[in-house]
Structure formats: C-alpha cells, structure tokens
C-alpha cells in the first residue's frame, strides 16, 4: 500500500498545475465574487471548496474500489455529462444569486447558511468532472484492489493536487474592485454554459 500512496502523491503533484488549470474558471471567479475583502475569507472559500472537492474524490474512490476494473461497464458518459451539467447550473445560478440580491429566493439564500455551501458543493461537483488528471486517478486507483486502497489513493491524489492551490487565495483582495467582481459574475455565467455545453456532449 505505501507503493501506491507514493505513487498518488507523485501523481496528484505531477498534474496539480493541470487540476489548477481546470479548477481556474470556477475557483477565480468565486474567491473575486466575495464582497468581504479580506484573505480569512479567501482562505476559507477556498478551505470548503476542497472539502467538497475531496467528499467527491472520496465518493469516486468508493465506486471505484466496488466497481474496479470493470468501471466502464457500469459509468460511462452521460453520467459525467449529468455532472457537469449540474455544475454548470450551479455556477450560473450562484452568479445570479449575487447580481440580484434583492429576489426574495437570492434574499433568503444569501442570509442562510446555505450561502456558505455553495463553495461546497462546486467542489464536489469539481471533484467528479472528468477531466485529464482525474482518469488518470482512476486508472492508478484501480489497482489497488479494495475500497479502502482507492480511498487512500484518492486521498493522497487530492493531497498532491491540492497543494497548489493556496496561492489562488489572494485572488479575493481583488473583489474589492467593484469591476473585477462583476467580471468575476460574467466570468462564472460564462464557465456555468460552457460546462452546460460540455455536458450535453457526452450525451
């Protein structure tokens, strides 16, 4: 087992700069949406995302150590496709929420707790969009043979991968500029439809 841990860290930091790449388009224009300027802040957007973003990579590991060898009979496009569709929904109805404050369903959202989830949840969805260093888990994971050997393996994966992604937490001073926050609005209604389009492709 400790052959695979090393071999998942090495991996997760390997394509850690490819799995900030990707996670850019939804990470910036969340940690600029903030209208709390101060890095505590970033910091725990930031914090949430990856903990949804690891709930998802240990949700995929479970599939994975059940499933094994024989994934692609069981989960094949449109299962990705429905996920990445629910993540571009999320992201285009999170940058709504924010640009109309005043709706009484954006009043009620963004004075519950619930406010705080949202970073939540686009990391789980985040965490099981396909993309490149994510099949590239799945493929190592399933090696292991177990359950437990996938979660550990996803976890050592999201270890490396997530290292860098602190630096991102200074994106948020900027959200004290009133432009770069609308940016960051367009920017997330933008990446909402293309991760929309992208999931209708698998279809």
């Known amino acids: 087992m400790y ?24 990470v910036v224009p969340l940690l600029t949406s903030s209208t709390t300027h101060r890095l505590s802040t970033g910091s725990l957007t930031l914090l949430l995302f990856l903990t949804g973003r690891f709930i998802g990579y240990m949700l995929v590991g479970i599939v994975v150590g059940i499933i094994g060898n024989n994934i692609h009979q069981y989960v094949n496009g449109s299962v990705f496709g429905i ?9 285009i109805f999170f940058s709504i929420q924010k640009n109309i404050p005043e709706k009484k369903l954006c009043r009620l959202i963004m004075n519950s707790n619930s406010q705080r989830m949202f970073p939540v949840l686009l990391g789980f969805l985040t965490g099981l969009n396909l993309c490149p260093p994510f099949l590239a888990a799945i493929v190592g994971a399933t090696s292991t043979g177990s359950v437990v050997g996938t979660m550990i393996y996803f976890s050592a994966f999201f270890i490396g991968t997530a290292t860098f992604f602190p630096i991102m937490i200074f994106w ?7 432009s770069v926050r609308t940016i960051s609005y367009i920017c997330m209604m933008i990446s909402g ?9 698998f279809f």
């Not at 860290?9 to 990707?22: D, F, K, N, Q, T």
């Not at 948020?172 to 009133?178: R, V, W």
């Not at 439809?193 to 492709?201: A, P, Q, S």
Request: hydrophobic content about 55%; overall charge neutral.
């Open 3 to 26: 052959n695979y841990v090393v071999e998942s860290l090495l991996l997760g930091l390997s394509v850690g700069p490819i799995c900030l790449a990707y996670c850019s388009p939804i």
């Open 83 to 91: 996920v990445s569709i629910a993540l571009g929904l999320t992201l």
């Open 172 to 178: 948020g001073l900027l959200s004290k500029i009133d």
């Open 193 to 201: 439809v293309w991760f929309i389009l992208k999931g209708l492709f």
